[in-house]
């Protein structure tokens, strides 16, 4: 769990990310209003969640938490997907000192294959709920599952948002800070495994990825119970097994 955390860039990949995840029309600014209209209800403490790396095929899954400050704003904050890699570094510091308090959750590559990714995606959750040090009165989620009350760590009243990193301000800026987080980690784990290019890619799916995988078969750090690890060579790392595998996504 990081709290308060302290290579080149696929510069043509991350456009069309960009571009695919803004879809058409003018793109949509994360505001304040879910926020404004739980703190007008009496919830003090709103605290907006998001998770990145389910899709990945190594390292954690992480889940961020914010609390953002009614009487100050940070501009230029946008879903984690449409910014580049250098626009959410500079951002990051910016948003770990604006928010009131902020945590970042991680269930390792181990715990996502030894528990399942549901079960791993809630215990990230759970760390990131108990690292912020206040008990939230309201929660807002990114997408139609409710990952937090399902953790056991909060029972209480729970807003989930289609698209929320890209509406609701402290999802995004939860986002943001679970993302970087992440891709810290993943940095740093590429200098252990040069040839996945995990400096790039983050651990997700990609071309040069597969390619290595092929070539060298999947590193300590790779979820190794999904179904399509069974066609990699296997060159001293244990493969996982569990009776129910689970998919890729």
């Known amino acids: ?26 793109q949509v600014v994360p505001s304040l209003a879910r ?26 899954i992480s889940v961020g938490a914010a609390v953002l400050p009614r009487d100050r704003r940070i501009y ?20 770990a000192s604006w928010c009131t ?24 959750a759970r760390r990131a709920i108990d690292g912020l040090g206040v008990m939230p009165d309201a929660v807002l989620i990114d997408g139609l599952w409710d990952f937090v009350t399902s953790s056991g760590v909060y029972s209480g ?17 939860a986002s943001i800070l679970a993302k970087v987080t992440r891709d810290r980690i993943m940095r740093a784990q590429a200098e252990h495994f040069p040839a996945y290019d995990f400096e790039l890619n983050k651990g997700y799916p990609c071309p040069r990825h597969k390619a290595a995988l092929a070539a060298w078969g999947p590193t300590t750090i790779h979820r190794r119970a999904w179904v399509f690890m069974d066609h990699q060579p296997w060159d001293g790392v244990q493969r996982v097994v569990r009776d129910l595998q689970p998919t890729l996504w």
């Open 101 to 124: 308090t902020w945590a970042v959750g991680h269930a390792s590559q181990q715990e996502c294959d030894e528990i399942g990714m549901s079960a791993a995606q809630k215990l990230a």
């Open 35 to 60: 926020e404004r209209e739980l703190w007008a209800a009496g919830h003090e403490v709103v605290v907006g969640v998001d998770e990145v790396g389910r899709g990945s095929w190594a390292g954690p």
């Open 157 to 173: 009243k729970v807003t989930r948002i289609v698209k929320g990193d890209a509406k609701c301000l402290s999802i995004a800026t």
């Open 76 to 95: 230029n904050v946008r879903d984690s997907k449409m910014l580049t890699e250098a626009d959410r570094e500079r951002l990051f510091p910016r948003l």
């Open 1 to 26: 769990m990081g709290r308060r955390a302290t290579g080149p860039v696929l510069q043509a990949g991350e456009s069309a990310r960009r571009r695919r995840a803004a879809g058409p029309g003018p």
